[in-house]
């Protein structure tokens, strides 16, 4: 009897064993089965699914019930794609995606869209995948690490958001008095997207990411895209998309910062939105919400300091390549027959979409500032229409900060440049 249990026991234990050994190899199985397939996790911030869908990030969105928010760059002709949720327990899960393509692509075949997954119940993911037909291949190939899920915490009060550096971006000076501005106007976060720069401003991008206040985003949209350097499309032109695809890249910077930032600022590297009233954003802001409290989108409107007028004053750092906004108090009048490129601070948990002059889709009220309260100081040689040097408005409102601005500019150009 003892020993017919014995057998029985050796008989289970062997059984126990099989099936163990059976697992594991399923397991090694399709492991090998992905390598073969070539799986990876997607790091490039613009990532080809094939030559008319470019997806850049997907981020969990719960403000509309759980959803993925995947941003991408998409062909108009794009109808139909899926998200493939990479679940526990060796699951796959797929869904169609509600395909929301942007309004402002000016014209160009290539603009920015958003692509709406729904949670899938029952999922523990962290990963997506895309594909273009349904079950064409559960087998995932290229895995996208959801963002925002959890939500963090906000640890920003402002987040200035810059698209793009490129054409081999030079402006050392006017990059550095920027930042510095921001700095001293409230910023603890800027997000700079880059496509091209010269090593000069790389230089001075690295000093910045080491102090902790700038985040760099590689943007390699001229990898994948014909661009311009146009806002609107002609024809004739063998451009795909706009501007570098600045509305994908001011898109992408407002989700990344989303729940860990109280404002967002969205402009262009030689802007700054000026408080009037106020020293600086803090103050302005809890202005504007006593003054606007539904109000989640405000504009600042455009004023042009044109870089054809200059002023002795301030005549520092002349071996610095750039523009040195000091010396350009002498601003435009307003031509308001003309669009006037108001850029804007944006509570951006209330936004869902944006373009560069205006949010698209937000919740809450969308307020044009008027001048007595900001003004967007944009300093550039771009020119409304030829103006005589009489007709110019001098308004020294930057000359208040240069107390603080000089000493700080000079700080970094004699830590980067003084051997130079």
Partial sequence: MRIHFQRILWICIITVKFFMLFHLFQKVSQFMKMG??????????????????????????????????????????????????DCSLNQTIYTRANIDLHRDRFGFPYGTADLLCSEPRGCDYEYVSFQTLPYQNMTPNLLFKVKNRPPPQISSNFTVCISTLYGGYNNVLQIIQSIEMYKILGASRVTIYNTSCSQNVSRVLLHYIDEGILEVVPWPITKHLKTSTTWRFFKGLASEIGYYGQTAALNDCLYRNMFRSSYVLLNDIDEIILPVTDRNWPSLMKRLQRDYPNASVFHSENHIFSTSVNTSEFDLWPNIPGVNILRHPF??????????????????????????????????????????????????????????????????????????????????????????
């Fill in 331 to 420: 601003r435009q009048p307003i031509d308001w027959k003309l669009f006037n490129d108001r850029k804007m601070i944006v509570n951006p948990r209330k936004i869902f979409q944006t373009s560069i002059h205006s949010a698209l889709k937000f919740k809450g009220r969308s307020i044009n500032l008027p001048a007595n309260m900001t003004i967007t100081f944009h300093c550039t040689n771009k020119q409304i229409k030829d103006i005589p040097p009489e007709k110019l408005i001098r308004d020294n409102l930057l000359w208040r900060y240069n107390k603080s601005l000089v000493p700080n500019v000079d700080k970094v150009i004699q830590k980067l440049f003084s051997l130079r």
């Fill in 36 to 85: 073969t397939q070539k799986c990876c996790f997607v790091r490039d911030t613009i990532t080809a699914l094939d030559n008319q869908t470019f997806i850049i990030s997907p981020y969990f969105d719960p403000r509309e019930g759980p959803s993925v928010r995947v941003l991408a760059i998409i062909h108009v002709s794009v109808e139909e794609l899926y998200c493939i949720f």
